[in-house]
């Protein structure tokens, strides 16, 4: 047994209580991969885990954060999906590996309810680990296991994506970013809304059909509409409580909204005569299986698709990252580099 560092929650919530531990690592025993951890990528969730709003209830001490690619060490007898050297990331959820979640799968969640991998080794089951395409670095890889998988579900797996749709996002965070990339990949026309004239450059530049500035257009989802014929196939919705009311607007009757994030907190004021007039189906998606992830890699290396990194930071000033993350500048993934 050897030791060593992690990024932990160890007895207070907030990102300054966060603390740069030492602890001990074990060899890997049957059916498991130890893994050293090379990049790590930082979700919102992270966020709402560090500062204690997630939930009071975490096992403490934590290591923080549910997104990792590294380098398989060694592997424990009965393990043939990896061998020492190979490339992986780590699942969101380490016990979905096919079929539909449930709550005893979404437990399992990295990060919260058990251990995170913002840490130099990582040891777990092989079979919560995938190959990542070889064209990607460490850092872009990083940026897989939640955001891009959770854009791969919701644009893909329960959006049904075919050419011709349009899809809205909203935002130009990671899993907006991804569902830009793989809706344009299936040949979609991709409406984008962001508050920045130099991110809707960038959006453009990844190639969002459409930039709607929502501070010069407040009524973006009337702007949204203007560029359909009736409305967009898919929104994918990431400000929750406070544009679900728009989202249902923008969306064709029939249409399909990806609830994903929920940035505004709150009680929504939803219209819900006009999303059951409109025959819309919202559909929560948090994250998705191992079957998606690997679905999702084949893409990603046909399309030759790379993802978009913000920010690589080093790991001893992890809490700079998420100050950087806090602050809603980014354009991407934040990573922080172990």
Same mark, same amino acid.
């Given at each position: 047994?050897?030791?060593?560092?992690?990024?932990?929650?160890?007895?207070?919530?907030?990102?300054?209580?966060?603390?740069?531990?030492?602890?001990?690592?074990?060899?890997?025993?049957?059916?498991?991969?130890?893994?050293? =951890?090379?990049?790590?990528?930082?979700?919102?969730?992270?966020?709402? =885990?560090?500062?204690?709003?997630?939930?009071?209830?975490?096992?403490?001490?934590?290591?923080? $954060?549910?997104? $990792?690619?590294?380098?398989?060490?060694?592997?424990?007898?009965?393990?043939?999906?990896?061998?020492?050297?190979?490339?992986?990331?780590?699942?969101?959820?380490?016990?979905?590996?096919?079929?539909?979640?449930?709550?005893?799968?979404?437990?399992?969640?990295?990060?919260?309810?058990?251990?995170? =991998?913002?840490?130099?080794?990582?040891? $777990?089951?092989?079979?919560?680990?995938?190959?990542?395409? +070889?064209?990607?670095?460490?850092?872009?890889?990083?940026?897989?296991?939640?955001?891009?998988?959770?854009?791969?579900?919701?644009?893909?797996? @329960?959006? $049904?994506? #075919?050419?011709?749709?349009?899809?809205?996002?909203?935002?130009?965070?990671?899993?907006?970013?991804?569902?830009?990339?793989?809706?344009?990949? *299936?040949?979609?026309?991709?409406?984008?809304?962001?508050?920045?004239?130099?991110?809707?450059?960038?959006?453009?530049?990844?190639?969002?059909?459409?930039?709607?500035?929502?501070?010069?257009?407040?009524?973006? @989802? @009337?702007?949204?509409?203007?560029?359909?014929?009736?409305?967009?196939?898919?929104?994918?919705?990431?400000?929750?409580?406070?544009?679900?009311?728009?989202?249902?607007?923008? *969306?064709?009757?029939?249409?399909?909204?990806?609830?994903?994030?929920?940035?505004? @907190?709150?009680?929504?004021?939803?219209?819900?005569?006009?999303?059951?007039? #409109?025959?819309?189906?919202?559909?929560?998606?948090?994250?998705?299986?191992? +079957?998606?992830?690997?679905?999702?890699?084949?893409?990603?290396?046909?399309?030759?698709?790379?993802?978009?990194?913000?920010?690589?930071?080093?790991?001893?000033?992890?809490?700079?990252?998420?100050?950087?993350?806090?602050?809603?500048?980014?354009?991407?993934?934040? =990573?922080?580099?172990?």
């Amino acid at each position: 047994m050897g030791m060593h560092r992690a990024w932990q929650i160890t007895a207070e919530f907030g990102l300054d209580k966060l603390s740069l531990e030492s602890i001990p690592v074990s060899v890997a025993g049957p059916g498991q991969a130890l893994v050293a =951890v090379r990049a790590v990528s930082l979700n919102f969730r992270d966020l709402l =885990v560090a500062r204690g709003l997630y939930s009071r209830k975490l096992p403490l001490p934590l290591t923080l $954060c549910s997104d $990792c690619a590294g380098e398989v060490v060694s592997v424990g007898d009965g393990v043939k999906r990896f061998k020492p050297g190979d490339r992986v990331a780590g699942l969101f959820m380490p016990d979905w590996i096919s079929g539909s979640v449930n709550e005893a799968k979404a437990r399992t969640a990295r990060g919260a309810f058990s251990q995170g =991998v913002l840490t130099e080794r990582l040891l $777990c089951d092989a079979e919560t680990l995938v190959s990542v395409p +070889d064209a990607l670095s460490y850092e872009e890889a990083a940026a897989l296991p939640c955001a891009a998988v959770t854009a791969w579900n919701a644009v893909v797996v @329960e959006g $049904c994506v #075919k050419a011709g749709d349009t899809v809205l996002v909203q935002g130009s965070g990671g899993v907006s970013v991804f569902a830009l990339q793989f809706a344009r990949a *299936a040949g979609a026309r991709v409406i984008a809304i962001t508050s920045s004239g130099e991110k809707a450059e960038r959006l453009k530049s990844l190639g969002a059909n459409e930039v709607i500035n929502y501070k010069e257009r407040p009524d973006w @989802e @009337e702007a949204a509409r203007k560029f359909t014929a009736g409305g967009v196939d898919q929104v994918i919705e990431i400000g929750g409580a406070a544009t679900i009311g728009k989202s249902i607007r923008a *969306a064709r009757t029939g249409g399909y909204i990806a609830l994903i994030g929920n940035r505004a @907190e709150g009680e929504a004021d939803v219209n819900l005569t006009a999303a059951l007039m #409109k025959a819309i189906r919202i559909q929560g998606i948090f994250v998705g299986s191992r +079957d998606m992830f690997e679905d999702m890699n084949r893409a990603i290396a046909l399309h030759e698709i790379k993802p978009v990194v913000d920010r690589v930071f080093p790991m001893d000033q992890a809490r700079a990252a998420f100050e950087h993350l806090a602050a809603g500048l980014h354009f991407g993934k934040v =990573v922080i580099a172990v």
